[in-house]
């Protein structure tokens, strides 16, 4: 973005300004000399003229006082002597009588009369500036008037006051004149040095709004050439240095566009950073992966992005270079789960200086469930069958070392493996079938078929079983009176139907109630089991489906379960495209529930 230079912050009118200051402080000092020259010399000029007309006056009075003439004579020589430049002239004699005065107005009622100035008293020569009772300035001269006989004797003083003021006010009005004409010499100036400055600023201002243009990526124009002086050759030197930026940023963004399409496309994340750590250059991959914002990841210490502040420093990571496992789970549910797999490599230049640091990142959080879930697969079962074939070896073992010889407990121990080994090729059957279900070659046999039929099929080889068991429990129906018609692999659903039974039996208290619910909503059908057991505590909620997985894994094991039933049924469900899920309240009972897929069927399909 351009940003505007104002006028007065302009080199233009800095370079003016400069010239035309000189100037007028230069004018301004000549002025101040000349003026107090003047003023000066003016002063002088007057005070010394004043003086000598006094001085001629006086000669002149004391000569006609001497042959004793009247005052008329007296006043008639100051009248011939008045002139502009004198406001005030009296004649006093050597007792302070005025004999005459140039104030014809006045003349009456000062003449005959005592004088009023106390300057005129000694009858001494006074010469000095005053001002009078307009606040203006005035020369007063008292001049003794003597005797021309050469006695010395003083006949009495001439007093004169003079205007003064106005030879100020002369050297005022020049003063003006000259401040004037230098304002406007000024402004004559100020024009010419800013055309003067502007043909010197104009090239350097082409070539500032070609840098602009320069970064902002604009390479078309050039500079003008103006003449053949330093800015001329500084103008074709930039012109040549902007073809070579361009040439310069051409490349450069090519290679940025050819990087920024790897790391783009890349499924990894990269981050990137300088010597000290900090990032300067992170993908969207790794903005993802990481859960962070562009502007907040730049410049971030990568030891804090990563959170590897408390087991690391970046002089340790730049030594160690080894791959780290990053926990970024948001929390301890398996969706929230995310483990990042980090690698680490150093920038070198070729001078071997460290530059910087990058890091790929690698999201292994599948891999790490699939790794834990086969270690753990693996230890189910290896402890599952572990327990069954101690159990059996115990009692060979016994029967081995005479046992078979008593026809009581011979038997007996015969039975009890009878059925370990029967658990076991139960539980090796369930493995199969969820490999098949796993690897996908289990195919599904479907069929229409009466679902409430189906399920009233499975509830009623329950109710025989009531008789053949010492636990007493009711199943009580609660189905919809419409015939659902679901296309499903009727064998495996009763199998799932089965397993749900089976766990509500199991857990649910002697004199129990068991509820089954079937009721149909919009495109699927609902079957759902309820059971007055212990219930299932909520952090096991989610975990009840997977195998092996048991919340009171004594009791399971005592009454025979395998710990795949919900597992196999969770698969079975999922193959039918369906969902199965629990809700359960701790010490009040479970109720299990799968839903179908259904499109209730038209009655012209059968005809």
């Known amino acids: 973005m351009k940003n505007k230079v104002r006028f007065f912050q302009s080199v233009n009118f800095k370079i003016a300004f400069s010239f035309i200051l000189i100037l007028l402080i230069s004018i301004e000092i000549i002025g101040a000399y000349f003026i107090r020259g003047l003023e000066k010399e003016t002063v002088n000029n007057f005070t010394k003229d004043m003086n000598q007309r006094v001085s001629y006056l006086a000669n002149s009075l004391g000569t006609t006082m001497s042959q004793g003439s009247d005052n008329n004579a007296l006043q008639r020589l100051l009248e011939n002597n008045n002139a502009s430049d004198i406001q005030e002239m009296w004649i006093v004699d050597d007792k302070g009588i005025v004999l005459a005065t140039n104030d014809v107005g006045r003349k009456d009622s000062i003449v005959g009369k005592k004088n009023e100035y106390s300057d005129i008293d000694d009858l001494t020569m006074k010469q000095f500036v005053a001002l009078d009772d307009n606040n203006k300035r005035v020369y007063i001269n008292v001049q003794p008037i003597q005797s021309p006989t050469g006695d010395s004797a003083v006949l009495g003083a001439l007093y004169v006051k003079s205007n003064i003021e106005q030879k100020y006010t002369e050297i005022s009005d020049t003063a003006i004149i000259f401040f004037t004409a230098s304002l ?44 053949h002086d330093e800015l001329s050759q500084l103008a074709e030197t930039f ?228 008789n053949n068991q010492n636990k007493k429990y009711t199943i009580v129906r609660d189905f919809t009176e419409r015939d659902l018609w679901v296309e499903v692999d009727a064998d495996k659903i009763m199998q799932v139907i089965d397993n749900i039974m089976n766990n509500a039996i199991k857990y649910s208290p002697d004199g129990g109630k068991i509820t089954v619910h079937l009721l149909e909503t919009h495109n699927n059908v609902v079957l759902s089991v309820t059971d007055e057991g212990l219930g299932i505590p909520k952090k096991d909620l989610e975990k009840v489906f997977e195998r092996f997985y048991r919340v009171d894994k004594a009791r399971a094991r005592k009454q025979g379960g395998t710990g795949l039933g919900l597992a196999i049924s969770k698969e079975v469900i999922k193959a039918h ?24 069927y038209e009655e012209d399909w059968w005809e």
């Open 184 to 227: 406007i010499a000024g402004v004559i100036s100020m024009v010419v040095a800013l055309l003067v400055a502007r043909s010197i600023t104009k090239p350097i201002e082409e070539m500032r709004q070609q840098a602009i243009k320069i970064a902002q990526g604009d390479y078309s124009d050039k500079v003008e050439v103006h003449g």
């Open 239 to 466: 012109n040549k240095l902007s073809d070579r930026i361009e040439d310069a940023q051409d490349t450069m963004e090519a290679e940025r566009n050819r990087l920024d399409s790897v790391l783009t496309h890349m499924t990894d994340g990269v981050i990137a950073t300088d010597r000290r750590g900090k990032v300067i250059t992170i993908n969207e991959m790794a903005l993802s992966l990481l859960d962070v914002k562009n502007e907040d990841a730049i410049g971030e210490s990568i030891l804090t992005l990563l959170d590897l502040e408390e087991e690391y420093t970046l002089r340790k990571l730049l030594e160690a270079q080894e791959e780290l496992l990053l926990d970024r789970s948001k929390s301890d549910q398996e969706e929230d789960r995310m483990i990042l797999r980090a690698d680490f490599a150093m920038i070198r230049r070729e001078s071997g200086f460290i530059s910087g640091l990058v890091v790929v990142l690698h999201d292994v959080t599948e891999q790490e469930k699939t790794a834990e879930e086969r270690r753990q697969f693996v230890s189910n079962v290896s402890h599952e069958l572990r327990t069954p074939l101690t159990s059996v070896r115990s009692y060979l073992e016994a029967l081995d070392e005479g046992a078979w010889e008593d026809k009581e407990v011979a038997p007996e121990f015969i039975q009890v493996t009878l059925g370990e080994t029967d658990r076991m090729i139960r539980m090796i059957n369930d493995l199969l079938n969820l490999s098949r279900m796993d690897s996908g070659n289990q195919q599904l046999d479907l069929e229409f078929v009466n679902f409430n039929e189906l399920a009233d099929y499975v509830l009623d080889r329950f109710d025989m079983m009531v």
């Open 577 to 600: 495209k369906g969902t199965i899920w629990v809700d359960s309240i701790e010490g009040k009972g479970s109720t299990f529930s799968f839903s179908l897929p259904y499109e209730p």
